[in-house]
């Protein structure tokens, strides 16, 4: 199911399209920190709500541009990450998979609005039928 991006008058993209990768360097450099905090440390709690802004924030401009590829990623760290900060299970459970699907998908997001010949799939597919790396981790249990 191939969309494309709804039509935006050009200075109104132009301002997305700089928020969307100012979003994406914030993010890649958060899970730069996150990956080197040390997880006894009480401001590992603080990075992951500071993520999880982050890549909520990035899903709602990638949806507005009609990217559903990359909004449904950061969704689903979003989704993770409110299960991580909630207790549920440890951050190492799931969330490198989910950052390295996310940040796939953002770049070829960004690639694609700076006119890069990308794979209309990448970008515009729904994830629906197809999981994530993530998604695909063997389901945990515990005692």
């Not at 914030?26 to 997880?39: C, H, K, P, W, Y």
């Not at 969704?75 to 969330?95: K, M, R, Y």
Request: charged share 30%.
């Amino acid at each position: 199911m191939n969309k494309h991006p709804p039509e935006l008058d050009p200075e109104l993209r132009r301002l997305f399209i700089e928020e969307a990768e100012q979003k994406a360097a914030e993010i890649s450099r958060g899970i730069v920190e996150f990956n080197d905090a040390d997880r006894n440390k009480p401001q590992l709690l603080d990075r992951m709500v500071w993520l999880q802004m982050r890549f909520a924030e990035y899903s709602g401009i990638a949806n507005t541009l009609g990217l559903q590829r990359s909004g449904h990623h950061c969704a689903l760290v979003v989704d993770e990450l409110t299960q991580v900060i909630g207790g549920a299970h440890a951050p190492e459970d799931s969330l490198a998979a989910l950052f390295d699907d996310a940040l796939e998908s953002i770049d070829d997001a960004l690639e694609y609005l700076h006119g890069e010949d990308i794979d209309p799939s990448k970008i515009f597919d729904s994830l629906e039928e197809e999981p994530t790396v993530a998604e695909q981790l063997p389901e945990l249990t515990f005692p």
